[in-house]
DNA sequence: GGCTATGTCTCATTTAGTGAGATGAAGTCA
DNA sequence: TGACTTCATCTCACTAAATGAGACATAGCC
């Protein structure tokens, strides 16, 4: 099967094919891909797989498995992914006060930005207590729609960028997720209205629920957004305040250390 | 300045160009790079720049900053750098012990694996005792010899290659953490007679102290390290008994896991 | 020791990336 | 508002540099 068929592929071709080889071996899992995966899924010649393979592994990018013929990701990926991550500095800021936040209350807070139509997770803090969720960790990518992080990233776009993503995503999220676009509209005025996000109650993990509140730059533009997950039996009235108030007052003082950091050269 | 005088550079030009672009930029941290940074340090011309850049973006590699003619990395590298950091299922095996032990013991736990000259960080839970360390977080890299988990490491290397590691490390080791290559290997000599690390006292970080056990596989290669940090106050006989158990035996479930998937096709 | 699949090499071909400079677009500051 | 600076794109000729075909080498495996 073809790579990414949607991906529109305009710039130099080595650097496409490079990537192709990435996304395939990433696709690959922790087992990483075989010579026979790259030469089914790509359109160039073997001596060309070889020389970005070895191009693709003299810069980190890829390292050969302990199994002869297979490729897998390389550290490169690691050490840049983590600085990727960093975006405004935001994940440095957030990092201690998510683990405070779990420690504290014992469930799980998160760190999400927005990536195209996607929110990305940028940090993850599991707390005591066991939790399901959309994202196992760092670095997994949502439909912005799904999970109370999307909402709150949402709802402080401007309103034709929101329509663009939701009908873009509207799909995905109906047949993926049952989820459908009127309710996260809706979430999206209750965010507003309140302040903070429940999200959308779709078809997967009915047995979770979470919080989250966006974290807005001085002139009101999403940076990211925390949330929180737990089993909906835990979340009482009570809890609820409580959670709320911690992230709250978590994502006040980062947006001040952050007023410091941001937009300076 | 140039992007690595050392990296020998020998494949498609245009990835190398990549590369270095993605280099620079993650040298700008949060706040990314400029097109004159780009230039500066780069040989080619400044529309081949653009054009790399805009392949680039396209790719998820880079996005543009919210400062106009400034360039972050981009989310995908996250995405893949999440991927690259399970090496062989490790870190999803490790994540939930992590946590754990650091829950119970209060500690700061590590995994990491061996990227090179280079120990590198696959994933970190701080406990609820403040603690400082070399790496602050997933994607730190640290040369082979500093630190507790590079012992354990290097224990389990072929002497030869061991031997190579340390001595291309050797000027580093001694000018940037004041660490001699003889104590290095006095410490591992403790790993192979004890079975765990304690890592070797440098300039860096007096008031910290540590614990590591190497990640085996079957043929006794090593996979990976578990560490802990801890404040040297914190480190007492019982203390480091009980911690030391504790890693013992998430090691050991780890391996009887990782065993049913490793090397399978 | 043969077998299979991985990895490398050579060389002619020509694609496809490149540089120089001009042009357009987007902010910035007076 | 309008001049100015810097970012970003475009055009086009050029040739460097990536490519493909197929032969060759190497490593693991039975």
């Given at each position: 099967?073809?790579?990414?068929?949607?991906?529109?592929?305009?710039?130099?071709?080595?650097?496409?094919?490079?990537?192709?080889?990435?996304?395939?071996?990433a696709r690959?899992?922790?087992?990483?891909?075989?010579?026979?995966?790259?030469?089914?899924?790509?359109?160039f010649?073997?001596?060309?797989?070889?020389?970005?393979?070895?191009?693709?592994?003299?810069?980190?990018?890829?390292?050969?498995?302990p199994?002869?013929?297979?490729?897998?990701?390389?550290?490169?990926?690691?050490?840049?992914?983590?600085?990727?991550?960093?975006?405004?500095?935001?994940?440095?800021?957030?990092?201690?006060?998510?683990?405070?936040?779990?420690?504290?209350?014992?469930?799980?807070?998160?760190?999400?930005?927005?990536?195209?139509?996607?929110?990305?997770?940028?940090?993850?803090?599991?707390g005591?207590?066991?939790?399901?969720?959309?994202?196992r960790?760092?670095?997994?990518?949502?439909p912005?729609?799904?999970?109370?992080a999307?909402?709150?990233?949402?709802a402080?776009?401007?309103?034709?960028?929101?329509?663009?993503?939701?009908?873009?995503?509207?799909?995905?999220?109906?047949?993926?997720?049952?989820?459908?676009?009127?309710?996260?509209?809706?979430?999206?005025?209750?965010?507003?209205?309140?302040?903070?996000?429940?999200?959308?109650?779709?078809?997967?993990?009915?047995?979770?629920?979470?919080?989250?509140?966006?974290?807005?730059?001085?002139?009101?533009?999403?940076?990211?957004?925390?949330?929180?997950?737990?089993?909906?039996?835990?979340?009482?009235?009570?809890?609820?305040?409580?959670?709320?108030?911690?992230?709250?007052?978590?994502?006040?003082a980062?947006?001040?250390?952050?007023?410091?950091?941001?937009?300076?050269?």
């Amino acid at each position: 099967m073809p790579v990414n068929k949607s991906s529109t592929a305009s710039g130099p071709t080595t650097l496409n094919h490079a990537m192709q080889i990435l996304q395939i071996t990433a696709r690959g899992g922790y087992r990483g891909a075989s010579i026979d995966d790259y030469l089914n899924a790509l359109s160039f010649s073997r001596p060309t797989l070889y020389r970005l393979l070895k191009g693709l592994k003299q810069q980190g990018f890829l390292r050969s498995s302990p199994v002869r013929g297979r490729y897998l990701l390389g550290y490169e990926l690691l050490v840049l992914g983590a600085q990727a991550g960093n975006g405004a500095g935001l994940r440095d800021l957030a990092r201690p006060r998510l683990l405070a936040l779990a420690q504290r209350w014992g469930d799980s807070f998160y760190l999400f930005a927005r990536d195209g139509v996607n929110a990305v997770c940028l940090e993850v803090q599991n707390g005591a207590y066991p939790v399901g969720s959309f994202v196992r960790a760092t670095g997994g990518r949502l439909p912005l729609g799904v999970g109370q992080a999307s909402i709150a990233l949402l709802a402080y776009l401007g309103t034709d960028e929101r329509g663009e993503i939701l009908s873009h995503n509207a799909e995905r999220l109906m047949d993926e997720y049952a989820i459908a676009i009127a309710d996260i509209e809706a979430e999206i005025s209750h965010q507003l209205k309140h302040g903070y996000a429940r999200g959308v109650e779709g078809s997967l993990l009915p047995e979770y629920s979470g919080l989250a509140i966006p974290i807005l730059d001085h002139s009101g533009h999403p940076l990211g957004a925390m949330s929180c997950s737990m089993l909906k039996s835990r979340m009482t009235e009570d809890h609820k305040r409580e959670v709320l108030q911690g992230m709250r007052e978590e994502v006040a003082a980062m947006v001040n250390q952050a007023h410091g950091l941001l937009y300076l050269d």
